[in-house]
T-cell receptor, first 117, second 114 residues
């Protein structure tokens, strides 16, 4: 079964600085990878996803992520953050349900991005 | 209404109460999910429904009882809960259970069990 590791529980950064949120997954077999963002008092919203093709994936709000198969990583980056980017970010990998073989998402524990002026 | 909606947004209940959480998706999807989100823990998948049929029960205690009357609605019936069941309960939907599909999440119900 797949697992996801987000080593940083919290990342403080100043406004307009670049940021990288790290994500590693457990298996090197073909995977589908996702980044979700959760703003306070809201549900999760998809930022971007990697299914195949180019290893650099661009998402909404200026975020991008790079799929690195050899390092089993899918780190999220933004060149210049805004106060409004303050939120919880979740990395997820697609895995198969035990009995049916259908898809389920396995989430990391999340990284809280704190952007200050 | 658009996307995935959940009601109520907040719920406080005693350990002997019975209550229900409601989820509705307006996306024409066929798969729906219940997740539990507790502080400092990864999201826990609880139940999965595909075309109204339950395809996964992730070892969830019987005090949680899901119901999916049609592809647009999903309920979570709660009874005799414990304080450790306090959490944010998220509903999600996807087109189907293919592994490349993204899931769309509702805003969640914040549950507090006294």
């Amino acid at each position: 079964a797949q697992s996801v590791t987000q080593l940083d529980s919290q990342v403080p950064v100043f406004e307009e600085a670049p940021v990288e949120l790290r994500c590693n997954y457990s298996s090197s077999v073909s995977v589908y990878l996702f980044w979700y963002v959760q703003y306070p008092n809201q549900g999760l919203q998809l930022l971007l996803k990697y299914l195949s093709g180019s290893t650099l994936v661009k998402g909404i709000n200026g975020f991008e992520a790079e799929f690195n198969k050899s390092q089993t990583s899918f780190h999220l980056r933004k060149p210049s953050v805004h106060i409004s980017d303050t939120a919880e970010y979740f990395c997820a990998v697609s895995d198969r349900l035990r009995d049916t073989g259908f898809q389920k998402l396995v989430f990391g524990t999340g990284t809280r991005l704190l952007v200050s002026p | 209404e658009t996307g995935v909606t959940q009601t109520p947004r907040h719920l406080v209940m005693g350990m002997t109460n019975k209550k229900s959480l409601k989820c509705e998706q307006h996306l024409g999807h066929n798969a729906m999910y219940w997740y539990k989100q507790s502080a400092k823990k990864p999201l826990e998948l609880m139940f999965v429904y595909n075309f109204k049929e339950q395809t996964e029960n992730n070892s969830v205690p019987s005090r949680f009882s899901p119901e999916c009357p049609n592809s647009s609605h999903l309920f979570l019936h709660l009874h005799t809960l414990q304080p450790e069941d306090s959490a944010l309960y998220l509903c999600a939907s996807s087109q189907d259970l293919a592994d490349y599909n993204e899931q769309f999440f509702g805003p969640g119900t914040r549950l507090t069990v006294l």
